[in-house]
Every structure is written in C-alpha cells, then in structure tokens.
C-alpha cells in the first residue's frame, strides 16, 4: 500500500502550521522524513498539472530527476531528509501568514478610509488582533526587534506585509528547476522566520525602503530579501511563467479562460491553472498592489489609478461565494454570464 496519501496530508499539516510537526514525528506507521513529504507533494501536484497541459515536460520542471538529489540528502543525513532525523520548525504556518497579512491589509484599509488618526492600540481594543491574527506580526517584531507601530500605516506594517508575500511565494520546484534541501526553501513558516532573521542581521535600513508603496520599492525589497534566504526572487520568476504563453498548450488555455469555455478535461485543474496564470500577469504588471491591497483598495494610493485597482480586484476575486441564503454560488464575473462553459457536461 503506498503512503503517498500521508506524506501529502503530513506536508499540508506542516506548511498549515509547522507546530505539527511534534504530532506528526509520533506516527511511526507512515511518516518518514518531511524532506520525503516534500517531495511526493511537488512531485505530484506538477505532475497533476503535466498530465493535463505539459505531458512532455517541455517548460514544467522535470520532477522525475529529483530523486537522485533527495536520496543524496538523505544519505549525507541531511535534517529532516532521513528517517527520525531532527526537523526544524518555524513557531507559525501559512495559515498564520496568511491571517495576518489579510488583517493587516484590512486595517491599513480602514485606517484609509475611516479616519487616519487611528492607531495600532486602537484595533486591539476592538478585538481586532489577537490569537492567529497576530502571530505572524508578533513573531516578526520578536525577531527584528522592531518596536510596536503606533500607526497602522507606518513602514513596518508595509515591510511586514512584504515578508509575507515573500514567504507564501517560494519559487524552489515550482515554477523554477528543484534546488536541494526544498523544504528550508519552500516552507512558508520557515521562509517567513529565515526573514526575520535576514532583516535583524542586514545592515540595511529597510523602513526607509518604503515611502510611497510603489512597484520600484517593492521590487527592490523583495529582490534583496530573498537574496539574503538565498532563493530566487519570486517577482522576477513570474517572467519565467510568462514565457509559458509562447507554448501552444498554454496559449490555448488562456484562450479557453478568456472565453470561459474550457475543453473537458480534467476540468477543474484546466480552469485553476488558467486563473493562476492571468493572476501572474497583473501580478507582474502591479505587484505592489497586490502586496499592499489595503492601501491601495482604499483609493489612496498614490501611483496607480484607482480604477485599475477596482479592475484588478473584480478581475480576481473568488470565483464561488456563499450567498445570504447559505448557499455556495458562482460568481459573476465582468462580460461574462455567470457560468464556467464546458462542452459535454
């Protein structure tokens, strides 16, 4: 019987949070190491994504030439790369990550558009930071010493939101070639927590980066943290996706998105892949919205047009909601009628 099944839900536990870890070390019927988990997670979702739009490899990484590298780790016992081997853990997880980069954002849009004299304090008080909420900045300013904002618009609210783009972002395997030890590269948590570090350890002084939340300074930053994690920079790998669209498979997926009438076959992979590629392209284009969404979703910011931003935000948003009648429903997206078209269904 295979453990694959396990050694994907047991790498979705740790990304989810990496505290899991301490249960997940207790299974001696099917855990293995987190490097292995790692592995069949890659390997398998870029061969999901293969088998539907790149059967020949031809700009996918080509996942069935790992092996030799992971089994390489794993003989020079690497941590976390052979059986009961020491696995290193960030405190947090991408679910901690991704709250605290949806509230910051929210509370930045609040601040803008409610009264700019609010304070960090005052979110506390109305219950808005705590618990999972907070973990993620509450870590980061335990780790660069940085003191407590007393304003939500301050630049170590916008270099926190950066850190979290960064981390949920690797590049490592997907959509770049696999470099070893995958897992200190990949690991939301463990890039977020590597983060910190890099910025307490710089020289650099990376507030004064940020004044006008533009496309240049989030550049900037996001080049130079992610040199200091020795990864490549997730913005400048968006170039590589882009260059998918000269392959003929992905030109005619785009083609069936924009028309909202995909060919039957695996379907749902077809539609999700397409969506993850047009988010790419604005994302390419205007990365510095999509980082700081809360200051520029409230109309202030002060480098792109707000009609854009509106644009951007209908283009992308969720594509099935739950309505007042609690009932799970597509969404209506702009020039098209409601309806994900798909022949013989």
Same mark, same amino acid.
């Given at each position: ?40 997670l890659w390997n398998k979702s870029i061969n999901t994504i293969a088998s539907t739009i790149d059967r020949d490899f031809s700009f996918l990484p080509r996942v069935n030439e790992w092996r030799s590298g992971f089994e390489d780790l794993e003989n020079r016992k690497i941590d976390g790369f052979y059986i009961d081997s ?121 507030? &004064?980066?940020i004044k006008d939340y533009s496309k240049e300074e989030y550049i900037e930053l996001e080049n130079i943290l992610s040199s200091k994690i020795e990864c490549v920079s997730s913005y400048n790998a968006i170039r590589y996706v882009m260059d998918w669209s000269k392959n003929d498979a992905i030109s005619k997926l785009l ?42 979703? &409230? ?47």
């Amino acid at each position: 019987m295979s453990n694959t099944y396990h050694d994907i839900e047991y790498a979705k536990l740790f990304i989810f949070d990496n505290k899991n870890i301490l249960n997940i070390e207790k299974d001696r019927r099917f855990f293995l190491n987190m490097g292995h988990c790692f592995h069949e997670l890659w390997n398998k979702s870029i061969n999901t994504i293969a088998s539907t739009i790149d059967r020949d490899f031809s700009f996918l990484p080509r996942v069935n030439e790992w092996r030799s590298g992971f089994e390489d780790l794993e003989n020079r016992k690497i941590d976390g790369f052979y059986i009961d081997s020491t696995m290193p853990y960030s405190p947090i997880g991408i679910r901690a990550i991704f709250e605290g980069q949806a509230s910051f954002n929210q509370m930045q849009y609040l601040t803008l558009t409610l009264d700019e004299d609010l304070t960090y304090f005052d979110f506390k008080d109305q219950g808005m930071l705590y618990g999972i909420y907070l973990e993620a900045f509450e870590l980061f300013l335990q780790i660069t010493e940085f003191e407590e904002p007393l304003s939500l618009l301050e630049p170590v609210v916008g270099l926190f939101l950066v850190l979290c783009d960064i981390a949920i972002n690797p590049t490592n395997g997907f959509p770049l070639h696999l470099l070893v030890e995958s897992k200190k590269k990949n690991d939301p948590g463990i890039r977020f927590t590597n983060l910190c570090l890099a910025i307490r350890k710089s020289e650099e002084d990376f507030l &004064s980066m940020i004044k006008d939340y533009s496309k240049e300074e989030y550049i900037e930053l996001e080049n130079i943290l992610s040199s200091k994690i020795e990864c490549v920079s997730s913005y400048n790998a968006i170039r590589y996706v882009m260059d998918w669209s000269k392959n003929d498979a992905i030109s005619k997926l785009l083609k069936e998105e924009e028309m909202h009438s995909y060919t039957n076959y695996n379907f749902p992979i077809r539609v999700l892949f397409s969506k993850f590629l047009r988010f790419q392209e604005d994302k390419h284009t205007y990365p510095n919205v999509f980082c700081w969404f809360g200051i520029y979703g &409230s109309s202030r910011g002060k480098n792109i047009d707000f009609d854009i931003v509106n644009s951007l935000f209908y283009k992308h948003h969720a594509m099935f909601i739950d309505d007042y009648d609690d009932e799970i429903k597509p969404v209506t997206f702009e020039g098209k009628d409601g309806k994900i078209h798909c022949p013989n269904i």
